[in-house]
Nanobody
């Protein structure tokens, strides 16, 4: 059974940093596309960063230069390092991946950035 579990959220002041973790079980993250999404209050869920096979990455323009996505293959975990946080970065962060045509999501981790 494929499961994704996010952690690392919390309350942080603007300008601070947080590292989010997405622990994956049931499938390997090696060479697999894994994405991080943000859902701001009252808004739809949007992709902010994605790690693709062969370590190719995608970043939304709003986070480019501030967020870094990476993976630890032995730990089967994908991280999202978030620096220079802004109040606009507030939201619930979800990770997702695909296996055999089926998408899988974690339960999300909440991040609040205060002034």
């Amino acid at each position: 059974q494929v499961q994704l579990v996010e952690s690392g959220g919390g309350l942080v002041q603007a300008g601070g940093s947080l590292r989010l973790s997405c622990v994956v079980s049931g499938i390997t993250v090696t060479d697999r596309t894994v994405g991080w999404y943000r859902q701001a209050p009252g808004k739809e869920r949007n992709l902010v960063a994605e790690l693709r096979s062969k370590s190719d990455t995608f970043y939304d323009a709003s986070v480019k230069g501030r967020f870094t996505i990476s993976r630890d293959n032995p730990k089967n975990t994908v991280y999202l390092e978030r620096n220079s946080l802004e109040p606009e970065d507030t939201g619930i962060f979800f990770c997702d991946t695909w296996q055999a045509g089926t998408g899988y999501w974690g339960q999300g981790t909440k991040v609040t950035v205060s002034l």
